[in-house]
Nanobody, 123 residues
Framework: QVQLVESGGGLVQPGGSLRLSCAAS????????MGWYRQAPGKQRELVAA???????NYADSVKGRFTISTNNAKNTVYLQMNSLKPEDTAVYYC?????????????????WGQGTQVTVSA
């Protein structure tokens, strides 16, 4: 019911920057939170950053001061600006959104995930 399409991953050298984007579409009534998670090979998926509809953001300690999450609420889009990238940031990055959809008179909660985008930090 809600689709998330990510873009912006790729290969970058240590110290470089990338910007990820994720656009949500579908029968969206409201989005309460949007965020980014990542999963490196052999590791569990972990929260990178998330932001509420009110603008409150939280970050993993490992990315504080280097990554910035932002949104364009009118476009149901979330961004992740990643600076000073390190090899340990290498992972598949997944967009997540949670909120409510409305189809005709029925409203219900949703949580959706994007397909993932690869970020590789290597010299």
């Amino acid at each position: 019911q809600v689709q998330l399409v990510e873009s912006g991953g790729g290969l970058v050298q240590p110290g470089g920057s990338l910007r990820l984007s994720c656009a949500a579409s579908g029968s969206i009534f409201a989005i309460n939170t949007m965020g980014w998670y990542r999963q490196a090979p052999g590791k569990q998926r972990e929260l990178v950053a998330a932001v509420t509809s009110g603008g409150t953001a939280n970050y993993a300690d490992s990315v504080k001061g280097r990554f910035t999450i932002s949104t364009n609420n009118a476009k149901n889009t979330v961004y992740l600006q990643m600076n000073s990238l390190k090899p340990e940031d290498t992972a598949v990055y997944y967009c997540n959104a949670a909120g409510a959809v409305q189809i005709l008179a029925i409203r219900k909660d949703f949580t959706s995930w994007g397909q993932g985008t690869q970020v590789t930090v290597s010299a």
